[in-house]
């Protein structure tokens, strides 16, 4: 439920609550982070950020760390981390005895995964070259297609490579 | 028989047993070349041998360890391998 579905009354309680604390509803938090209501939701589902407290009535509320850490996802994220992964690396973050050799290892692994996909997908990119190419007349009738022809053969992955 | 150890300078899980597993290597089969591969210099080599985590550990260009093995582990397959070699 957004805040604008709320009583007035209630949302000026809760925005009283947090005023006093320093903390804010969920609502804010996703005014904060760019981030929408439902997937700070997820994101608690899946254990990456819990809130802070609850006020009186209930509301989720959260502090500075949480928009913190939900900047941190959303970097993350676009560095290619799965929601699972960034998990790891939060645990590591606030783990005393972990260091940054630990967290660059998995840096590089994610590049080192990174590095295959994308040679996955240069190999891809080479057999529809291929299949192109291999087509050179477009005004051929569908059931003479070569590219229909070459998708049809059962070893097509091996001529590709 | 060559072994191939990837790791990253700094990555504790990749320091782990490292010289314990290289000692029981060579005793275990005679002539075997340990080579201890930094990823970061060698990163298209690590991806043609398949690597996506580390440490691993590759025996004759194909992977065989994803992570560390016990030193019972890696002793076992590389008997294994010099013996399907033989």
């Not at chain 1, 005014?31 to 700070?40: E, F, I, K, R």
């Not at chain 2, 990163?43 to 043609?48: E, G, N, Q, S, Y």
């Not at chain 2, 560390?68 to 294994?80: A, D, E, H, S, W």
């Given at each position: 439920m957004g805040l604008g579905s709320l009583d007035p009354g209630v949302y000026f309680r809760v925005q009283n609550t947090c005023g006093e604390t320093g903390m804010f509803t969920i609502g804010k938090l996703a005014v904060q982070t760019g981030v929408s209501n439902d997937t700070l939701r997820y994101y608690e589902q899946e254990n990456l950020i819990q809130p802070t407290a609850k006020s009186p009535a209930g509301y989720r509320l959260y502090d500075r760390d949480s928009t913190r850490r939900i900047h941190f996802i959303k970097h993350a994220q676009a560095c290619g981390f799965t929601l699972a992964e960034i998990r790891e690396l939060l645990t590591l973050r606030g783990?005393?005895?972990?260091?940054c050799g630990d967290v660059r290892a998995r840096t590089i692994e994610k590049k080192l995964q990174i590095e295959s996909k994308i040679r996955a997908m240069k190999a891809m990119s080479k057999a529809l070259d291929q299949l192109i190419a291999d087509c050179?007349?477009?005004?051929?009738p569908v059931t003479e297609c070569t590219i229909i022809a070459a998708l049809e053969q059962v070893n097509l992955s091996t001529q590709v490579q | 028989m060559k072994v191939e150890m990837y790791y990253t300078p700094g990555c504790s899980a990749c320091l782990a047993r490292h010289d314990e597993l290289r000692t029981a290597a060579e005793a275990a089969v005679s002539g075997l070349e340990w080579q201890d591969v930094n990823v970061l210099d060698n990163i298209d080599r690590a991806v043609d041998r398949g690597v996506l985590t580390l440490p691993a550990i590759v025996i004759d260009g194909e992977i065989a360890f994803t992570s560390m093995p016990t030193v019972n582990q890696l002793r076992k397959t590389l008997i294994q391998r010099s013996g399907r070699g033989a």
């Amino acid at each position: 439920m957004g805040l604008g579905s709320l009583d007035p009354g209630v949302y000026f309680r809760v925005q009283n609550t947090c005023g006093e604390t320093g903390m804010f509803t969920i609502g804010k938090l996703a005014v904060q982070t760019g981030v929408s209501n439902d997937t700070l939701r997820y994101y608690e589902q899946e254990n990456l950020i819990q809130p802070t407290a609850k006020s009186p009535a209930g509301y989720r509320l959260y502090d500075r760390d949480s928009t913190r850490r939900i900047h941190f996802i959303k970097h993350a994220q676009a560095c290619g981390f799965t929601l699972a992964e960034i998990r790891e690396l939060l645990t590591l973050r606030g783990r005393d005895k972990a260091c940054c050799g630990d967290v660059r290892a998995r840096t590089i692994e994610k590049k080192l995964q990174i590095e295959s996909k994308i040679r996955a997908m240069k190999a891809m990119s080479k057999a529809l070259d291929q299949l192109i190419a291999d087509c050179a007349n477009e005004t051929q009738p569908v059931t003479e297609c070569t590219i229909i022809a070459a998708l049809e053969q059962v070893n097509l992955s091996t001529q590709v490579q | 028989m060559k072994v191939e150890m990837y790791y990253t300078p700094g990555c504790s899980a990749c320091l782990a047993r490292h010289d314990e597993l290289r000692t029981a290597a060579e005793a275990a089969v005679s002539g075997l070349e340990w080579q201890d591969v930094n990823v970061l210099d060698n990163i298209d080599r690590a991806v043609d041998r398949g690597v996506l985590t580390l440490p691993a550990i590759v025996i004759d260009g194909e992977i065989a360890f994803t992570s560390m093995p016990t030193v019972n582990q890696l002793r076992k397959t590389l008997i294994q391998r010099s013996g399907r070699g033989a």
